[in-house]
């Protein structure tokens, strides 16, 4: 067998194992690093900090209350940036066999992983995502999620953890990040800026169960049946 013929045939080898891997299913993949075995699908609560209107999960970042306490943290006192955005609350169904943490912006996420993406928030000393934290059960510095759109749930009759990684199941409120600010969050943060934010997660869990305190300014608009998902980026 010759040189030229060996390089060929590794070519080929390289080749098949490429187009395996978006034939296969998206499971078999490598960066799925947390609980390999087998899909353990939760619903869970994420919040994700948005334009109004802007109701698209496709290739987005989320978290849960501490992990956004952390991002929402840095419009206080900022002289540039103001928090005149909208803070919305989902049940998001997921496959908890984490992929790594990716940054989105503007509906871009890079790397795309199929995974659901996973971090941890800043702890206080770095300032950018606790990767390490990626399989971790409890993170005490809250958590951050990438859901990116390789790892979608697009058609009605995908199934989560075995088709795709995650899907957007209920918008449960939206309140403006100006109505939190002014109703005790920065005082809150401010008395204690140290991770799990106790005094500023009172705050934050009391507006979105209050009807009357910070008012639920609405979600996605109905869509008719057959129609893509208000939350998918399509079109």
Not at 140 to 167: F, K, M, Q
Not at 192 to 203: C, E, F, G, I, R
Request: aromatic share 10%.
């Amino acid at each position: 067998e010759t040189c030229d013929s060996v390089g060929k045939r590794n070519m080929l080898q390289l080749a098949l194992v490429v187009l395996l891997s978006h034939l296969l299913p998206v499971y078999s993949q490598g960066y799925h690093a947390c609980g390999a075995t087998g899909p353990v699908v939760q619903d869970i609560l994420m919040y994700r900090y948005h334009s109004p209107g802007d109701w698209i999960l496709t290739n987005t970042n989320t978290g849960d209350a501490i992990g956004d306490t952390y991002f929402l943290a840095g419009y206080i006192g900022n002289p540039i940036a103001k928090c005149d955005g909208h803070i919305s609350l989902f049940s998001i169904r997921v496959d908890t066999r984490w992929a790594p943490y990716t940054q989105c912006n503007d509906h871009e996420c890079l790397p795309d992983y199929d995974g659901v993406g996973r971090a941890g928030a800043p702890n206080g000393t770095d300032p950018g995502p606790n990767w390490s934290a990626q399989c971790d059960e409890e993170i005490y510095s809250g958590i951050w999620w990438s859901l990116g759109a390789n790892g979608e749930c697009v058609h009605p009759n995908n199934t989560v953890g075995v088709d795709c990684s995650w899907r957007p199941m209920h918008h449960i409120k939206t309140i403006s990040c100006d109505c939190l600010f002014k109703k005790g969050f920065v005082a809150a943060y401010s008395a204690n800026s140290n991770p799990p934010y106790t005094d500023a997660l009172k705050v934050w869990y009391k507006m979105f169960d209050s009807d009357t305190l910070c008012p639920n300014l609405g979600g996605p608009p109905p869509e008719p049946p057959g129609s893509p998902s208000p939350y998918h980026e399509c079109c």
